[in-house]
């Protein structure tokens, strides 16, 4: 493998909350945020969304691999600094189409992206590997899409996305539920491709991934395009809806903030449907 190299500016920061290194043609993102575990905030989208960019823009890359340091790869949105944002309708928090806040789709072909994946896979978490090709998860990581339990809905097309991969009724069953599940039930309802033994996640994306990048790009990049077109209309629909009706209506509820003020105060919310 080549050497590694930075590779944008944020990263160059010491307070970088997204570093990023470049590994041949993998781009190598870490969610760098470990004592928050790595909960995603405005600043920190910002950086995961420019780091994602440079994979759509740079020709010298082909795959990405996302992963978290630290003891989780992300317990998902830093709610008690973007609740208030998300109440007035702010939509500046999510770089680009509601629906794709990471800028993984920027690119009409498009580049494959790798999750590497441990510890808690929460929220924006599991919708990160809803939006990669490829996971790989420890056998230590717990999963959840749990804005149901906030009385919020998922940001990044979880309600598409993941019926779309693990099927109706899967989905469904932890969508309106909001239950954790652990790496094994990932991996059997196939939102995960593989589970390893923790600590080797990173290595083994890795390895997927330079496999990937050395196929011919073009094809790999068609292929890409071809799978997506049909996810992507819809996704485009609902991206509409959520900005535009669904989200603002939702998020300015008293439940929505009930929720999120349960979870800042550790407690069981009180939902009334108001």
């Known amino acids: 493998m080549a050497s590694t190299q930075s590779a944008t500016a944020d990263a160059s920061r010491p307070s970088a909350k997204v570093a990023v290194e470049q590994d041949g043609p993998v781009l190598r993102v870490a969610l760098n945020r470990p004592d928050k575990a790595n909960a995603l905030d405005a600043d920190m989208i910002g950086q995961l969304s420019r780091a994602l960019a440079r994979l759509s823009d740079d020709p010298e890359l082909r795959v990405a691999v996302i992963h978290g340091n630290g003891k989780h790869f992300t317990g998902g949105l830093d709610l008690a600094s973007l609740a208030p944002r998300l109440a007035t309708g702010d939509d500046t928090i999510l770089p680009g189409d509601g629906r794709d806040p990471w800028g993984l789709y920027r690119a009409p072909a498009g580049k494959p992206v790798v999750t590497a994946v441990h510890g808690r896979c929460f929220t924006a978490g599991l919708e990160l590997v809803l939006n990669s090709e490829v996971c790989v998860a420890a056998e230590d990581t717990v999963f959840g899409q749990q804005e149901v339990t906030r009385g919020i809905v998922a940001l990044g097309g979880a309600t598409i996305r993941l019926p779309e991969r693990v099927g109706w009724g899967n989905a469904m069953r932890y969508l309106l539920t909001g239950d954790s599940f652990d790496a094994r039930e990932a991996w059997r309802i196939g ?54 009706d669904v989200g603002p209506r939702l998020f300015a509820t008293a439940d929505a903030a009930e929720g999120v003020s349960s979870l800042i105060e550790r407690r069981p919310p009180v939902f009334r449907g108001i």
């Open 191 to 244: 939102l995960v491709q593989e589970v390893v033994p923790a600590g080797e996640q990173l290595d083994r994306a890795m390895e997927l991934a330079h496999r990937i990048a050395a196929q011919a790009p073009l094809a790999v990049q068609a292929t890409l395009a071809d799978a997506r077109t049909v996810l992507a209309a819809h996704i485009e629909r609902s991206g509409a809806s959520l900005r535009d």
